[in-house]
């Protein structure tokens, strides 16, 4: 996708100067997008699982937020990721806006306390850059090389915005860490802190990566779901929790009702209480997601067990 692409060029200098490990992998998102290559599977682990190891940060003064959120924008543009309502380009356009908004309140912030002068907008300069963006896109079917006049163009601009945001970082104070702290090697892990990512116990099966993974040689393993059934009615199970085999089987499922009841099914006692375990494989982790009536999300062995076990008492909690 072009206009990720562009984006993406605008926000490598920020890569750079955080020497962050996704800068090459976002970097051949880029190329991939704007030549004819393609992007290669590897490129897309690195960056999906680069997004696992930090999580869901709320923390906007962090290096990592940023980094996570150019890699989000960098699958979003190579074409994967989660189903959604608005267009690619438009999430596209409105992160990087966003990314850059939140690094000039943090700039803003640091200058403020420090009696500095402010700095310039760079959510400003971002939505002015997109525009003209749109402009050679719009202009290409008149002018071929308007896309790559304008790519050369931002290439150039790369080295001036580096060594501003050099500064600018500086007086933030950061410095450059990985996912699991400041002596992490990410992605060429040899883990011996306790929080490295790679020890979590619970890996989720159903992540771009692993799904890429399998795609070429890796062996499938059990997983663990949680559906909830949007369009059931009051007397049907409105919740679903199943344990699905590596051959994509349902091995053990515990409905729960409004009513806090909960029915367990399983291989030896496939039917109870108007709940059966399914004969038919389990659908893919994208047929789910693009099932409007279902909310779908992978759980971990151990909320399954524990799920399981209330089940066995009817009740959660009992």
């Given amino acids: 996708m072009t206009t990720g692409a562009l984006c993406l060029m605008r926000l490598l200098p920020l890569l750079d100067v955080l020497e962050s490990p996704v800068r090459q992998p976002v970097d051949d998102v880029i190329r991939g997008c ?30 990592a937020f940023f980094e996570r959120s150019i890699a989000g924008i960098a699958l979003i543009a190579a074409g994967v990721g989660r189903t959604h309502s608005s267009p690619a380009d438009v999430r596209i356009s ?18 403020q306390a420090l009696t500095l002068p402010a700095s310039a907008d760079f959510a400003e300069r971002e939505r002015i850059a997109q525009r003209e963006d749109e402009y050679a896109l719009t202009s290409r079917e008149g002018d071929p090389m308007a896309v790559t006049r304008r790519a050369d163009q ?15 970082l500086t007086l933030l104070g950061w410095r450059p860490s990985e996912p699991c702290g400041l002596r992490c090697t990410w992605p060429v892990c040899e883990p011996s802190a306790e929080n490295c990512v ?48 590596a051959d994509g089987y349902e091995l053990r499922k515990v409905a729960q009702y409004m009513d806090g009841r909960l029915v367990c099914v399983d291989r030896e006692h496939q039917m109870r209480g108007g709940v059966a375990l399914d004969s038919e494989r389990v659908p893919s982790w994208t047929e789910l997601e693009a099932n409007n009536d279902l909310h779908v999300e992978e759980t971990s062995a151990e909320f399954f067990e524990q799920r399981w076990k209330d089940g066995l008492a009817r009740f959660i909690g009992h």
Avoid: N
Wanted: net charge negative; with cysteine.
């Fill in 154 to 168: 931002l290439a150039l601009a790369g080295a001036e915005m580096t060594a501003e945001l050099a500064k600018l």
């Fill in 94 to 111: 409105e992160r990087a806006i966003g990314v850059w908004g939140a690094l000039a309140r943090l700039v803003c912030d640091q200058m």
């Fill in 198 to 245: 790679r020890h979590r116990e619970f890996q989720p099966q159903q992540t771009l990566a692993a799904r890429l993974r399998r795609k070429h040689g890796a062996e499938p393993r059990p997983w663990y779901l949680i559906s909830m059934d949007l369009a059931s009615d009051d007397d049907e199970p409105f919740e679903f929790v199943t344990e699905i085999g």
């Fill in 34 to 63: 704007l030549g004819s290559g393609g992007i290669a599977d590897s490129v897309l682990i690195s960056l999906d699982e680069f997004c696992e190891a930090v999580g869901q940060m709320q923390d906007f003064d962090r290096p």
